[in-house]
Structures are given as C-alpha cells and as structure tokens.
C-alpha cells in the first residue's frame, strides 16, 4: 500500500523505501532488503505529498534527512 495515496499495488510497480536495522533509510531498488520498508507510487502526485507532508517521518516513527526526501524526488 502506499503511504501517499493508501491505494494497493503490485510491489513491483512501487519504490520501497526501508530502515535499516542500524538506523540508517534509504531507497531499496532490490526491494529485499533487511529492515522497516514503505512503499510509495512512481507518480509524480503520490511523490510530491510524500515529500510535501513529510509521510516517511511518520511511517519510521523518526526524522527522515532531506536527502532521503530528494533521493524520492530524483526517482
């Protein structure tokens, strides 16, 4: 599901986004990696309030760095 829109799709057409058991989040392009992950759409719309509304700091329960947020926006 993702945190953006709250609508179900298939994990392969979705960014992941994880917590590492040592703390630190980033994208994770294998989609397999250890850890928290969130998912979040492709588009543009679901990308931007993401961004906008700062929604991985409430999905990871801690403050997501800015260049966590712009790594989203590159994607």
């Given amino acids: 599901m993702c945190i953006a829109c709250r609508m179900h799709s298939d994990k392969s057409e979705m960014l992941r ?5 040592n703390g630190e989040i980033a994208l994770d392009d294998s989609k397999r990696a250890d ?3 969130v998912y979040l759409h492709c588009d543009e719309q679901c990308i931007a309030k993401a961004v ?3 929604l991985l700091n409430g999905a990871f329960k801690c ?3 800015e ?3 712009e790594q989203i926006k590159i994607k």
């Fill in 35 to 37: 850890g928290r992950g």
């Fill in 67 to 69: 260049a966590v947020y």
């Fill in 52 to 54: 906008r509304r700062k």
């Fill in 63 to 65: 403050s997501v760095s």
């Fill in 17 to 21: 986004i994880v917590r590492k058991p």
